[in-house]
């Protein structure tokens, strides 16, 4: 029967008994689940409980941008575990990355005890997000991150002090990503649906990011590039997620001369 409902929820969003069912036999699915999932990271959300897959789309796009780190000997933060003031509720996501990075130490972070959670791979944390101190000693600890997901309060504030903070800390060659960046268009979040550019919310914030990916292109030679200009490589943005790709952007002005043009 343990089979059977794994290939069901390999192949489908499990029903209310489905999952009921492998919530109590969850130690035996941990273990299948990377034999019998692979590299498929939507087939381990579904077997996870996470909703990173079918009531968001993220796996997909997770697997696209993780691949490459997938037999790594990485460290991952995830901020915000789930599952509210419960302290055995939520790690489902944490979890996953577990299964899916199978070299890697997976850090939780959330403002509630989530201790219940913590495994040999899985290093449980607590505090908030935006405060700066705890954030940047969660990295020392760590030894550094190569990949930081945030899942947290989806509060704009939040979301770009988090990133503020650990973005220069993040390993080069590292992955920034920001879930659920719908929150930046409502005021309950500190969002703005009519000034989307209004660099305070969490997308108006990344957008703002763009145009530094060709600060060596700019005309007004007497702005100093910054630190984010300088090491962010790309900018991904997807519904309602958003990657930010680490790595020396100091590639110089183009070939293609401006006097080239005019002539």
Not at 17 to 26: E, V
Not at 192 to 207: L, Q, Y
Not at 213 to 240: G, K, M
């Amino acid at each position: 029967m343990l089979i059977e409902t794994l290939k069901s929820a390999a192949r489908t969003r499990l029903s209310t008994p489905q999952m009921s069912f492998l919530n109590s036999h969850r130690k035996t699915i941990v273990r299948l689940a990377g034999l019998l999932c692979g590299p498929d990271l939507c087939k381990l959300a579904v077997l996870n409980g996470t909703d990173k897959w079918a009531d968001h789309w993220y796996a997909a796009h997770y697997q696209l941008h993780f691949q490459p780190f997938r037999k790594r000997k990485i460290n991952l933060l995830e901020i915000g575990i789930g599952g509210y003031a419960d302290p055995k509720a939520g790690g489902d996501s944490l979890r996953m990355w577990r299964s899916y990075f199978p070299n890697a130490t997976i850090f939780g972070i959330d403002i509630y005890d989530k201790s219940s959670h913590e495994e040999s791979r899985i290093k449980i944390l607590r505090g908030s997000q935006a405060d700066q101190v705890l954030l940047r000693q969660v990295s020392e600890r760590a030894g550094g991150f190569d990949i930081v997901i945030d899942d947290g309060s989806h509060v704009s504030e939040h979301v770009v002090t988090s990133f503020q903070t650990l973005f220069p800390l993040l390993r080069r060659g590292g992955i920034y990503a920001v879930e659920d960046t719908q929150t930046s268009y409502w005021p309950e979040f500190g969002g703005d649906t009519h000034d989307r550019s209004d660099v305070r919310t969490t997308m108006g914030f990344f957008k703002s990011l763009v145009d530094g990916l060709n600060y060596s292109e700019f005309t007004d030679v007497d702005r100093a590039p910054n630190y984010l200009d300088q090491n962010i490589i790309s900018v991904h943005f997807y519904h309602n997620l958003v990657f930010i790709y680490k790595g020396d952007n100091r590639e110089g002005r183009s070939s293609f001369a401006r006097k080239e043009w005019q002539r």
